[in-house]
């Protein structure tokens, strides 16, 4: 009989490759002279504090609504047939409903196979790349070769329009990525989660409201936002370079969750990077949560920047304090 260390060896050996990414964000972009409109802010102050230009606001669509359009995407890319789906995860905080769950209804609407593994999964900012390696260990036991895996997010829905230094941060968006295991394709993984026990950044949710009355919206303490990330991407990448026996040069793009520019910027001197090497789109479209990473890898598609053999960071960090990374091939 094998041992549990042979055979974690073993399914540690079975990586997991990309086919294809898809996206999807709402019809309406709103700029920052709009959100100007609505709080008392400027281009210039977000701008220069951000990098953020536009975002993308929900007017009527749902969360399910972005995630169908996003995994169609993504499907039509891959040239996969719903019924080669085995595993669908839906990574958000922000679902049209506590149950059933956004990804119940996606599976409907896509006609997966109803014996296709589907859930939601909430990991805040990080969510997808929870995603990722979930349904890699899900597709072991699969009796079908692909996973689907959504970030998709409303997150309009939850912010507070006075607040002029959290409602200008965020936009609605949603982006999938069609997945299996693959020998050929290494995928190196690392989560964890670290305390936020005096509540720096939360969205604020159903017992909030029952005690107090107050709507659930998001709640963020900037600074300390700024500090635990430029701590813990830095610390992710180094663990994934030592775990994969590489150096960052050996790297071709690191996607950091794309919150903020400041936050990508001091990593980048901090790690005496090349810029270049950080892709970044998030002057489109704002933090968008669990669907920030899907959405820069397919703007990174759609760029032509991603070559079959291309070795990718990607890391998302966010309430929790939570973080992921992983270290994939394209």
Known sequence: MATLGVIKAEAQ????????????????????????????????????RTGIKTRYFCRGERNVDLAYRAALDALVHA??????????IVTTFTPDQMSPSVACALRAR???????????????CAGFLYGLQTARQLLLASARPYALIVGSETISRVLDFTDRSTCVLFGDGAGAAVAELSTASPFYWLG????????????????DKASSGAPSVVHMQGQEVFRFAVDIIPHCIDELLQKANLKLNDI??????????????????????????????????GNTSSASIPLALNDM????????????????????????????TW
């Open 13 to 48: 050996s079975v990586g997991l490759h990309l086919l294809a990414v898809g996206a999807a964000v709402p019809g309406e972009a709103v700029t920052n002279d709009d959100m100007a409109e609505i709080v008392d802010t400027s281009d210039k102050w977000i701008t220069s």
């Open 79 to 88: 040239g996969i047939r719903a019924e080669q789906v085995g595993v669908l």
């Open 110 to 124: 896509l006609n997966l196979p109803e014996d296709t593994v589907v859930f939601d999964l909430n990991a805040a």
């Open 192 to 207: 964890g989660s670290r305390e936020d026990a005096a509540g720096f950044l939360y969205c604020s949710g159903l017992w």
């Open 252 to 285: 071709d793009y690191v996607v950091c969750h794309q919150a903020n520019m400041r936050i990508i910027s001091h990593v980048v001197k901090r790690l005496h990077a090349r810029p270049e090497q950080f892709f970044v789109n998030l002057q489109r479209y």
């Open 301 to 328: 598609r759609r760029q032509q920047k991603l070559k079959s053999g291309s070795r990718i960071i990607c890391i998302g960090f966010g309430a929790g304090f939570t973080w992921a990374a992983c270290l994939l």
